[in-house]
Structures are given as C-alpha cells and as structure tokens.
C-alpha cells in the first residue's frame, strides 16, 4: 500500500497543500485522504465478518447469532447515520470525522478482549457507530473536493472502502486467525492513523466553509423536479439498495461457509476467495462513478443491478472454479451501482448531501444487517446453498430503474443557458 503510506505521511500538511479553495477544481489530495481513510475504517470493519467461523468455533455460535452480530453492527450504523446527516446538513461538524473513528478504535479493543456473546455485540455496536459518524460526513467531504465531477469524486470516495474490506479477510486469515482473537486490538493502531488524517481532512474542511461563506451568493442552476417525482425516485433507489446489499450480505457474511461447506476448502483457503470477490467490487466501484458523469448515471444503475442476474442465477450450480469467476463478475458488475445511487439521489434533493448520504449509507447498512440475520436464519432451517438459489433473483428488482426519471436532459439544458 504504496500510495496509503505516502497519504499517510503527509497528513499533518493537508491544509497547507490544498492551497486556495477552488470551487472549480477538483482536490485530489483531499479525495485521496477520504479515500484512504474510507480503506482504513472498511479494512476494521470487514475483519467482523472475516472472523465469523474463528468465533462460531470459539463461542459455540449458529447462523443465527452470527447474523445477529451483523446486525447489530449495521443497524446501529444503518440508524444513526441519517440523523447524523440531517444535523450536519443544518450544522456541519468538520472535525466529527475523527471522533467518529475513535468509537471504532474502542469497538475493536472491545472484540479483542470480549469474553461473551454480549461483548461481541457491544463491540460491533461501537464499530457501527464509528461507521454512522464517517460515512455521511465523508460522502459531503468528498462531494466539496470534486469540482463537479461528483462521480468521480463519489467513486474515488467508495474504493477506498472497496479496498479496505478486501484487505480485512486477508488480514483476518494471516494475522489475526493464527495469533487468536487478541491481535485484533493490534488494528487499533490502523484507527489511530485514521484520526490523524481526519485531522487534516477536517481542518481543510473548516477552511473551506469559511472561504464559502466569505463569497457572494449567486444563484444555483438545480434541477427542481415534483415532489411526487422526487419521492417515487427515491423509493425506487430504496429498493435497488435492498436487492443489491441483501443479495451482499449473501456473499460478504456467508460466502466462507458457502466455500467450505460445499467444496471443502480450508478457512484460510475461502478468507482468500472472499479476498477475492471483495476486490472484485472495489474494482467495480472505481468504474461506477466516471461512467455515470459522462454517459448518465440511470444507464449505470440499469447495468448494474439487472445486468448481474445471468451470473447470480448461474452461481448455486457451477464448481469451485466457476463460483469464484462469477464472483468476479458479479462484483465488478453489481459494485458499480452504489455511487451512481448516491449521486442520483443528491441531484435529485439538491442542498441535502449529508442527509442523502446518510439515508443510503444507512439504509445499506441496515438492509445488510437485516439480510444477515435473516439468511442466517433461512440457513440455520434449510442451506447455505437454499439461500445462495433464493437470492439469485434479488437482481430482478433492478427492472424498477425504468420508473426513474431523466436527470440528464435537464441538467444539458441548463447548462447550455448562457451565463448572464
């Protein structure tokens, strides 16, 4: 992680090499600190579920409870994160940022140190409230340093945490699987690397709303829709993020069990596959963005969601070998819906980033942890393989894209109206 280290580095500069604020330009190092953070606070999180079949062992859990650390871990984020959002909308905190990861720091020290099923929950509860804290006020961070380009932006954003929670399973089946429980606390020093780039990030921040506020006022160019128009759209991109984080959580918290039960790989052997599959989508999501700022962010939305179903009702019936090639697929695919989903939706309630940014993220967060709970459950009474055959048809719900209105006509016209 060439690039990681060398942000790192330069994190106490931040505000000093960002220079002049410039509404117009977009601010890659500020991006690339988001983004390296987004890896950073991904990576903690995803070692939860890499860890799932060491603390089954351990604890003596079932599918069941399994999903139920999921869910908590999601639903305290899924929860808290639009609340979190509405309130920085009306009043932005720049350094909430660090705060928030430090819940993550004490959620980690809390798991490698639980003794009981309840210490685990508390301590993927504090992890959740770290996430609730980072994402929506990272999505508006990111969204200022895009000079317009706000997929790109979006996308850049997301692959950091694509990446983290590709690095979280190998990690988990390297360090902390061989070593116990107890190495997870050595990822607290990841949290407090974090900190010290949120700092950074946060003071540019600060300093760009000040440079906003010093500057006169004009008139923003916004696509202003019904509000009848607004509400189906977003019901609409509700749905597509349930099939999309349900059809996930099938992959992210059962994949292993999946591997090992059906093909009989060792632990270590289905932490790399899954490894696999999660950089597949971060890989996915780089694209998603870019895509969307050039040709329109419906068609990436169509593509991704209704685009995967081939491959997902083709998975429960393959080998090893065709399992992890349509994992691939499906991740690269299905990956790059989330960013063009956010920027959509904050087009389509302008002057809301925090609040849309938080209803997604959370919305995510809770459709995944409910979907956890809920096919372990479905496992624990039937199969893994049953739920891998019922979430094939997730995809399906992507034919709602069609009742989503066109954002790209307007937004040409007004572009070509002539500045006065």
């Known amino acids: 992680m060439t690039s990681g280290t060398a942000i790192a580095g330069s994190a106490p500069d931040l505000t000093q090499t960002t220079g002049r604020p410039d509404a117009e330009k977009t601010v890659f190092v500020i991006l690339a600190a988001i983004s390296f953070s987004h890896l950073l606070n991904d990576m903690m999180q995803s070692l939860l579920p890499a860890l799932y079949p060491m603390l089954a062992t351990n604890y003596g859990l079932d599918f069941g409870q399994v999903g139920l650390i999921t869910f908590v871990f999601q639903l305290t ?42 210490m685990l ?19 508006r ?13 979006q996308s850049l954003f997301q692959v950091g945490g694509n990446i983290g ?31 010290l780039v949120l700092s950074s990030v946060g003071a540019w921040y600060r300093r760009q709303r000040r440079t906003i506020r010093a500057k006169p006022r004009q008139a923003a160019s916004q696509i202003v829709l019904p509000r009848r128009t607004v509400g189906i759209a977003l019901g ?41 599959f999660l950089g597949a989508v971060a890989v996915g999501t780089v694209a998603g963005g870019p895509i969307g700022d050039r040709f329109g962010r419906k068609y990436v939305i169509w593509g991704s969601i209704l685009g995967v179903l081939p491959f997902t009702l083709a998975l429960p019936y393959v080998g090893l070998t065709g399992t992890v090639i349509l994992s691939i697929i499906i991740g690269l695919i299905l990956a790059s819906a989330f960013s063009a989903i956010v920027v959509y939706a904050q087009e389509l309630v302008p002057g809301k980033t925090g609040t849309i940014a938080g209803l997604f993220f959370g919305f ?31 995809p399906l719900i992507g034919i709602l894209t069609v009742f989503l209105p ?8 007004i572009a070509a109206v002539p500045a006065e």
């Open 77 to 118: 984020a899924s929860i808290l994160q639009p609340a979190i959002g509405l309130y920085t909308d009306r009043k932005p905190q720049p350094f909430s940022l660090p705060i928030g990861m430090a819940f993550t720091l004490v959620g980690l020290i809390v798991l490698s140190v639980a003794t009981s099923f309840p």
């Open 121 to 139: 929950l508390l301590g993927a509860a504090f992890v959740g409230m770290g996430s609730a804290v980072f994402h929506p006020e990272s999505s």
């Open 141 to 153: 961070i990111a969204r200022m340093a895009s000079g317009g380009r706000h997929g790109l932006a």
């Open 165 to 195: 929670s590709a690095i979280g399973p190998l990690l988990a089946a390297f360090i902390v699987l061989p070593r116990g429980q107890s190495s997870i606390g050595w990822f607290s020093a990841a949290a407090l690397l974090a900190i």
């Open 236 to 276: 609409v991109l509700g749905m597509l993020v349930f099939s999309k984080y349900i059809y996930l959580a099938s992959l992210t918290s059962y994949y292993t069990f999946y591997l090992i039960e059906t093909f009989h790989v060792s632990v270590q052997q289905a932490q790399i596959h899954l490894f696999i």
């Open 364 to 394: 995510a967060f809770g459709m995944g942890g409910i979907g956890a709970a809920v096919l372990g459950e479905v496992a624990d009474l039937t199969s893994i393989g049953f739920v891998y055959r019922l979430c094939a048809f997730l």
């Open 406 to 413: 066109d954002l790209e006509r307007p937004r040409r016209a």
